[in-house]
């Protein structure tokens, strides 16, 4: 095998695991280091007591997006995992009294909007046929490019498409020209949170992901949301990736503008091409001398990240018949929620927070009569008085409200319980600040104005993942992968 086909790859997260599988897949002998136990990175998972908890996303979505990367290697989802789709999508708590169940179905879907706001039936029809457009080009073209130079935006074509796609315009003004029931503006709005940025950051476009979600559908793989990470393993061992844990990246070596060698603590991997997977900043300013990085820290310290999070993983020994498998509470002042993540960073007085139940579809996640909870608030990222006191607080917080609202107590009745915020974000995943979804989706911080995929002053090193292009969120990242391994066929290809 010829030398220049080495690849090593950093990190063995959605990212990496893509890239390397696509690479390998065209005759590249590739190696993954991976600084945890378990690949799969911010979707790693653990058992305790008979409870299997996904350690982080939990919503399927694009269900298209897995299906095409399985198809290039000529396989399905459904060799590695079987997929349900979830009906309802998802319930969302109100206030007191008032909560509405998200249909799958799109006539219901109808009704319902129709119950809240007369004419917003029609209303939906519109804003998701626009939408419907913004998923084809947004998900079909422009999440595929690399974006290295201006020149891959400026066909014809795509300056039309970009113009259809409301890029300069709020996704707030955007959905308020179709609805004004303050319940529908949440509902629309919700799915935003997951772009780090309040609606009124965020562009227009992304109602892309209204379609996505209203129309494509919600979807749970049996078993869990590591499924996919173990199918995607799986994928790559077939194709010949070798995929090495508990190996610590401490410095990738550059020698004549090249990179050379990678070290870990246990040994030194000689290679020809590098793809870091493993957080851009950490990558960037730990891993590298200062003369071949790409960003300095005051870079780093302008970019708007996404909000971290404050997680409870959580087993409860019986059921709790009123939640369903993903529960929103909107109980509170979003408004506020937001100012106290973006403009003026601390704890939230009074958090929205989400509450994921999968043992409601999936029996193989908690014992018998038992309920897997996996418990969520958005937080500020790089908040650093992070301390036991303070996740025992908003634990109790938010389980004041789950408890009102399903009409009966669950705190007696956790047997297991652990929390994670900030520092196990920067501990397990070295993450910048604590991130735990990477950049925020801003105007700013689209496409040319992400950190770059590829290092100015190292010719044989990548970077990809939730912090460079496309962006945040399991089907970007697994995009991400295949953009940066596409630009490694094309620079380094094989002899
Ligand atoms: C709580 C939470 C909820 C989420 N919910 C959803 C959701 O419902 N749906 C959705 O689509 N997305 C969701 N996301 C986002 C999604 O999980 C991420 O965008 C995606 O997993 C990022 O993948 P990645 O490959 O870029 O990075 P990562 O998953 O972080 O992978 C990077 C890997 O690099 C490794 N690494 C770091 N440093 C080193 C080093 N020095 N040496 C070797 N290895 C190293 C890490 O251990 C990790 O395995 C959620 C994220 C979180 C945290």
Redesign the pocket.
């Known amino acids: 095998m010829s030398e220049s086909r080495r690849v090593i790859v950093?990190?063995?997260?959605?990212?990496?695991l893509s890239a390397a599988t696509q690479l390998a897949h065209q005759g590249y002998d590739v190696t993954v280091?991976?600084?945890?136990s378990l690949?799969?990175?911010?979707?790693r998972v653990f058992r305790e007591q008979g409870f299997v908890f996904d350690m982080?996303?939990?919503?399927?979505?694009m269900p298209d997006v897995f299906d095409d990367y399985f198809a290039r290697f000529g396989k399905k989802p459904s060799d590695y995992y079987d997929l349900v789709r979830l009906d309802p999508s998802y319930k969302v708590i109100f206030g007191p009294g008032q909560q509405v169940d998200l249909p799958a179905d799109m006539k219901a879907l109808r009704a319902l909007f129709e119950s809240m706001e007369h004419g917003s039936a029609a209303q939906l029809d519109e804003f998701l046929r626009q939408a419907a457009y913004k998923y084809e080009v947004g998900i079909k073209k422009f999440v595929w490019k690399p974006s290295r130079k201006v020149s891959e935006f400026l066909s014809l074509k795509l300056l039309y498409d970009v113009t259809r796609l409301d890029v300069f315009q709020s996704f707030a003004s955007h959905v308020r020209k179709f609805f004004k029931d303050p319940r529908l503006l949440q509902l629309v709005e919700f799915p935003i949170l997951?772009l780090g940025a309040t609606a009124e950051k965020t562009p227009a476009m992304y109602s892309l992901m209204n379609y996505a979600e209203m129309a494509l559908g919600t979807w749970y793989p049996m078993g869990g949301m590591h499924e996919i990470v173990r199918g995607m393993v799986a994928l790559a061992k077939e194709k010949g990736v070798k995929i090495i844990l508990n190996?610590?990246?401490?410095h990738i070596a550059v020698e004549q503008g090249r990179a050379s060698r990678v070290l870990?603590a246990e040994g030194t991997y000689e290679t020809d091409i590098v793809i870091a997977?493993?957080?851009y900043h950490?990558v960037d300013s730990q891993?590298l001398a200062e003369p071949y990085r790409n960003y300095t820290e005051g870079y780093w310290d302008k970019r708007v990240m996404a909000p971290s999070?404050l997680?409870y993983y959580v087993g409860v020994n019986k059921r709790v018949p009123r939640l369903t498998h993903h529960n929103l509470f909107f109980d509170e002042d979003f408004a506020l929620h937001a100012e106290e993540i973006y403009e003026n960073p601390k704890w939230p007085s009074r958090p929205l927070f989400y509450v994921s139940a999968p043992s409601k579809t999936d029996p193989s996640v908690a014992p018998e009569g038992s309920e897997n909870l996996f418990l969520?608030i958005p937080v500020a990222p790089g908040l650093t008085d992070d301390t036991e006191a303070i996740r025992d607080k908003y634990f109790n917080l938010i389980m004041d409200r789950l408890e009102a609202y399903v009409g009966e107590a669950v705190r007696p009745h956790v047997v297991y319980k652990r929390s994670y915020a900030h520092s196990e974000?920067r501990e397990?995943?070295?993450a910048f600040k604590g991130n735990?979804?990477?950049l925020a989706n801003t105007l700013r911080q689209t496409a040319l104005l992400k950190p770059a995929l590829k290092n100015r002053k190292v010719k044989n090193l990548y970077y990809?993942?939730?912090?460079t292009v496309p962006g945040?969120?399991?089907?970007?990242?697994l995009i991400?992968g295949l953009v940066v391994a596409k630009e490694v066929e094309k620079e380094f290809p094989l002899r």
């Not at 690949?39 to 979707?43: E, K, L, N, V």
């Not at 982080?56 to 979505?61: Q, R, V």
């Not at 990809?464 to 912090?467: A, D, V």
């Open positions: 950093i990190g063995a997260g959605f990212a990496g280091l991976e600084k945890n690949p799969g990175g911010r979707a982080g996303p939990s919503w399927y979505w997951f190996q610590n990246v401490r870990t997977g493993a957080d950490h891993l999070s997680l969520l974000f397990d995943y070295n735990a979804y990477g990809t993942g939730q912090l945040p969120g399991v089907p970007p990242s991400s």
